[in-house]
């Protein structure tokens, strides 16, 4: 059974940073998308950014030039760093595989921006 866990989340002011990490267990194939999405209180789980089979990445317009995803094959990990955060990035950041045929979600993790 496929899981996954994320980890990093946390308490930073605006303007700082954190590292995101989402690993994925029980995987058994490499052709699948990851991907970050959050969740800020009363709105919708948005698509933040987006590493597909083959490498290719894309962003929210709201965090183009301050967020990177990245991708280690190898351990089946996928990375957010986040920079020049802002207090609208607040959220729950869940972590998504996603296979085509199939998907699976993190159990999310607390990023709040706040002085």
């Known amino acids: 059974q496929v899981q996954l866990v994320e980890s990093g989340g946390g308490l930073v002011q605006p303007g700082g940073s954190l590292r995101l990490s989402c690993v994925a267990s029980?995987?058994?194939?490499?052709?699948?998308?990851m991907a970050w999405y959050r969740q800020a209180p009363g709105k919708q789980r948005e698509l933040v950014a987006i590493?597909?089979?083959?490498?290719?990445?894309n962003y929210a317009d709201s965090v183009k030039g301050r967020f990177a995803i990245s991708r280690d094959i190898s351990r089946n990990t996928v990375y957010l760093q986040m920079n020049s955060l802002k207090p609208e990035d607040t959220a729950v950041y869940f972590c998504?595989?996603?296979?085509?045929?199939?998907?699976?979600w993190g159990q999310g993790t607390q990023v709040t921006v706040s002085s």
């Open positions: 590493n597909a089979i083959g490498g290719n990445t």
């Open positions: 998504n595989l996603d296979g085509g045929s199939y998907t699976y």
């Open positions: 029980g995987v058994i194939s490499t052709r699948f998308t």
